[in-house]
Structure formats: structure tokens, C-alpha cells
């Protein structure tokens, strides 16, 4: 993702959560994008929660199945898949919550998930996020600060937000079924 592509998504975040409640959105790659070569897969789209379940903003996040299924549609449609998703918690902390960990937003190991503070508001940088890695039951792998940049890199592409794939083969295998493109 470019620099105006972070700074895009981080604004419409913001904006979405008004100061007050959590907001959040999925990160969508090329579904046939498999990172072969270089480790990174390029997120070529953002659906956000609220768009995809209008319900979903609840003062925490409260996604249900009708999201998933314009979900899963848009990803058919614009052949796109699931590889991360951001999502805004109040204060600086930007570790998982039990819920968090034991609720993600996609339970396939390999998952993504990026939290950013201060529900999106004022000027948030790449090492101001949280990442986690899903790596299978309720284990996560998380990084903070300067090693966030050894999973999410901004790039000088114009379209791209890169995020390292992790588990290739497991990845390969099962992909997830979803599919966005930008903001519904």
C-alpha cells in the first residue's frame, strides 16, 4: 500500500468509529496472489465492516453472518481473498483483548490482524499498529513498534499495501473465500 493508501485507510477508519467506538475493515489481496517469489502479497482492496454489516459498529465489533456473506460474495465477484483485517481499539494499547484472540475475524491460521489506538484519530503511523498472526487454535504471534515493518510495508507502488504471507503452503491450500474491492 502507498503511503495515501495507509493514510486513506487510517482516515476512513477514523471517520468511522466518530471518536467514540470501534471501527474496522478487511485487507483483500488478488486471490490468485500467492507470494511465491518474495514472501509479500500486494492488498489491492479494503472492505470495510459497516459496509459489509451496517450493524456491525456496535461501541466494540459485533460482525455477523449477513457480513460474511457480502463478504464472501464480493470475493467471488472481484476474485479477491482475505489476508488481513484492521480493526481500532480506544487507548494506545494495541495488544489483543481475550475476545479479540478468541474471536478473530477469520480463524484460518495465517490470518492477519492489525489493531491500530486511539480509535484511528490524530496521526497514526505504521509502528503505532499491533499485528498479530493467527498461528492455529487460539495462538497468536504478535509484533509491536519497529517490528510491525517485518510484516506490513508501505510501498511507492500506487495501488499496494504489502503484507508478508505467512504459511504459504497452508495458505495454498485452503484459501479463504472472500472477496472486496475498496470501500462498498
Request: charged letters at 20%; aromatic letters at 10%.
Given at each position: 500500500?502507498?503511503t495515501?493508501?495507509?493514510?486513506t485507510?487510517?482516515?476512513?477508519?477514523?471517520h468511522?468509529?466518530?471518536?467514540?467506538?470501534e471501527?474496522?475493515?478487511?485487507?483483500l489481496a488478488?486471490?490468485?496472489?500467492?507470494?511465491?517469489?518474495?514472501?509479500?502479497?500486494?492488498v489491492?482492496?479494503?472492505?470495510?465492516?459497516?459496509?459489509?454489516?451496517p450493524?456491525?459498529?456496535?461501541?466494540?465489533?459485533?460482525?455477523?453472518?449477513?457480513?460474511?456473506?457480502?463478504l464472501?460474495?464480493?470475493?467471488?465477484?472481484?476474485?479477491?481473498?482475505v489476508?488481513?483485517?484492521?480493526?481500532?481499539?480506544?487507548?494506545?494499547?494495541v495488544?489483543?483483548?481475550?475476545?479479540d484472540?478468541?474471536?478473530?475475524m477469520?480463524?484460518?491460521?495465517?490470518?492477519?490482524?492489525?489493531?491500530?489506538?486511539?480509535?484511528?484519530?490524530?496521526?497514526?503511523?505504521?509502528n503505532?499498529?499491533?499485528?498479530?498472526?493467527?498461528?492455529?487454535?487460539?495462538?497468536?504471534?504478535?509484533?509491536?513498534?519497529?517490528?510491525?515493518?517485518?510484516?506490513?510495508?508501505?510501498?511507492?507502488?500506487?495501488?499496494?499495501?504489502?503484507?508478508?504471507q505467512?504459511?504459504?503452503?497452508?495458505?495454498?491450500?485452503?484459501?479463504?473465500?472472500?472477496?472486496?474491492?475498496?470501500a462498498?
Open positions: 500500500m502507498t495515501a493508501m495507509f493514510t485507510l487510517i482516515a476512513e477508519l477514523a468511522r468509529s466518530g471518536g467514540r467506538r471501527s474496522g475493515a478487511f485487507l488478488t486471490a490468485t496472489d500467492d507470494a511465491a517469489d518474495s514472501g509479500w502479497v500486494d489491492t482492496a479494503i472492505a470495510y465492516y459497516d459496509d459489509l454489516d450493524g456491525s459498529l456496535t461501541g466494540g465489533i459485533t460482525f455477523h453472518s449477513s457480513g460474511y456473506t457480502a464472501s460474495a464480493l470475493c467471488r465477484r472481484d476474485r479477491v481473498r489476508v488481513g483485517d484492521i480493526h481500532t481499539h480506544p487507548h494506545r494499547w495488544g489483543q483483548s481475550s475476545i484472540a478468541a474471536n478473530p477469520s480463524a484460518l491460521p495465517g490470518h492477519i490482524a492489525f489493531i491500530a489506538p486511539r480509535f484511528a484519530q490524530g496521526d497514526v503511523q505504521v503505532d499498529l499491533g499485528v498479530h498472526v493467527h498461528t492455529g487454535s487460539c495462538e497468536w504471534r504478535s509484533y509491536y513498534t519497529e517490528d510491525v515493518h517485518t510484516i506490513l510495508r508501505i510501498t511507492g507502488r500506487t495501488k499496494f499495501l504489502r503484507v508478508r505467512w504459511l504459504r503452503g497452508f495458505m495454498r491450500r485452503a484459501r479463504p473465500r472472500f472477496v472486496h474491492e475498496k462498498l
